[in-house]
T-cell receptor, first 116, second 112 residues
């Protein structure tokens, strides 16, 4: 079974530039998550989709971050404009469906973003 | 809001030593508890989980964790570590449909 795919794996941009990350979840997984992991910290949820609807985006900085999941499969996360503090690893995860918090999340390899 | 504390940020052990990594959470209600592991160069993956029932849960690769409700703790243990256990370990907590909240992680280095 193929895992969660993410691209690119690494990205270096200058502040105020824009960047986009792509995620392809495990086939059949209805729920998709984007996490931000800053060095020395645990992953922090940015946004959660159930099919193509947003379940939770309470921690997404909406003035600069946006995400979409068209057709309930692939997803893109965009930052525009980037700030230095956005340097982090962006993780995508997916799970079969919401099950009262018991569902196992499967993580992709992440995209390491460096903003200079 | 929920919070998760992992007090040991870095742990260094010799092979065959016993391991215990601490995890404490702040929420007083029903919780779902997880330990995730990230081996060097690999994805985060689930090590074990607790939802209800027997508070001692067993996971992959000989790991186990004990849920102690009165102490709000879910410590990870392994009787004898191997060099291949070198990794970063994350405790995570979720209540109902709320978001999964991770601790800051513990980097374990096992020397051969």
């Amino acid at each position: 079974e193929a895992g969660v795919a993410q691209s690119p794996r690494y990205k270096i941009i200058e502040k105020r530039q824009s960047v986009a990350f792509w995620c392809n979840p495990i086939s059949g997984h209805a729920t998709l998550y984007w996490y931000q992991q800053i060095l020395g910290q645990g992953p922090k949820l940015l946004i959660q989709f159930q099919n193509n609807g947003v379940v939770d985006d309470s921690q997404l900085p909406k003035d600069r971050f946006s995400a979409e999941r068209l057709k309930g499969v692939d997803s893109t996360l965009k930052i525009q404009p980037a700030k230095l503090e956005d340097s982090a690893v962006y993780l995508c995860a997916s799970s079969l469906e919401l099950d009262r918090g018991k569902e196992e999340q499967y993580f992709g390899p992440g995209t390491r973003l460096t903003v200079t | 809001a929920q919070s998760v504390s992992q007090h040991n940020h870095h742990v260094i052990l010799s092979e065959a030593a016993s391991l215990e990594l601490g995890c404490n959470y702040s929420y007083g209600g029903t919780v779902n508890l997880f330990w995730y592991v990230q081996y060097p160069g690999q994805h985060l993956q689930l090590l074990l989980k607790y939802f209800s029932g027997d508070p001692l849960v067993k996971g992959i690769k000989g790991f186990e964790a004990e849920f102690i409700k009165s102490k709000f703790s879910f410590n990870l243990r392994k009787p004898s570590v191997q060099w291949s256990d070198t990794a970063e370990y994350f405790c995570a907590v979720r209540t109902g449909f709320q978001k999964l909240v991770f601790g800051t992680g513990t980097r374990l280095l096992v020397s051969p």
